[in-house]
T-cell receptor, first 114, second 116 residues
Framework: AQSVTQLGSHVSVSEGALVLLRCNYS??????LFWYVQYPNQGLQLLLKYTSAATLVKGINGFEAEFKKSETSFHLTKPSAHMSDAAEYFC????????????FGTGTRLLVSP | GAGVSQSPSNKVTEKGKDVELRCDPISGHTALYWYRQRLGQGLEFLIY????????KSGLPSDRFSAERTGESVSTLTIQRTQQEDSAVYLC??????????????FGPGTRLTVL
């Protein structure tokens, strides 16, 4: 079975500050890992994905995440927050073979203050 | 269209009524997924269609839930005898199965279902 834990339902940062959103996974098989962002009244948009190539993955809008097998983590970071980054972020895991059902975390709402 | 579309965007119904939710996937996407997002929770997988293969229904929470898809076109998710715990946002996603080990799922904006 696979699962994802996102620590912190809300994270608040100031504009220009480092963004760190935490994700830990559990998987009995080598996983694929994803970060999605959901802006208000919009569908989910893929930020980045880990598919067993490079452990440091760069995504859109300046976000990146590092896969750490020893820590079973896939934390999302951005060096400098923008107001436009305010949204809900979801970490997800899937198997790396066959049908790719996504198992999502409960989400972290990022708040950015001026 | 340019993306996945879903209708209606909002649906309010009375307990015990049946509802039908619609998803139009991106043209050419052979895979289609339904997820449910309850307030304060992550997305739960409901069902997956891949081309003309038998769907994977392993996520459907009860026999009141069913879904259909004809070929690679529109899908409908039907909830019979709705209960208050069915209140959630229902999200549809589609993907292509061509190219690469994994295919990005593109999500629609969702249908917000409220059962009174």
């Amino acid at each position: 079975a696979q699962s994802v834990t996102q620590l912190g339902s809300h994270v608040s940062v100031s504009e220009g500050a480092l963004v760190l959103l935490r994700c830990n996974y559990s998987s009995s098989v080598p996983p694929y890992l994803f970060w999605y962002v959901q802006y208000p009244n919009q569908g989910l948009q893929l930020l980045l994905k880990y598919t067993s190539a490079a452990t440091l993955v760069k995504g859109i809008n300046g976000f990146e995440a590092e896969f750490k097998k020893s820590e079973t983590s896939f934390h999302l970071t951005k060096p400098s927050a923008h107001m436009s980054d305010a949204a809900e972020y979801f970490c997800a895991v899937s198997k790396n073979t066959g049908f790719q059902k996504l198992v999502f975390g409960t989400g972290t709402r990022l708040l950015v203050s001026p | 269209g340019a993306g996945v579309s879903q209708s209606p965007s909002n649906k309010v119904t009375e307990k015990g009524k049946d509802v039908e939710l619609r998803c139009d996937p991106i043209s050419g996407h052979t895979a289609l997924y339904w997820y449910r997002q309850r307030l304060g929770q992550g997305l739960e997988f409901l069902i997956y269609f891949q081309g003309n293969s038998a769907p994977d229904k392993s996520g459907l929470p009860s026999d009141r839930f069913s879904a259909e898809r004809t070929g690679e076109s529109v899908s409908t998710l039907t909830i019979q005898r709705t209960q208050q715990e069915d209140s959630a946002v229902y999200l549809c996603a589609s993907s292509t199965t061509a190219g690469g080990p994994i295919n990005e799922q593109f999500f629609g904006p969702g249908t917000r279902l409220t059962v009174l």
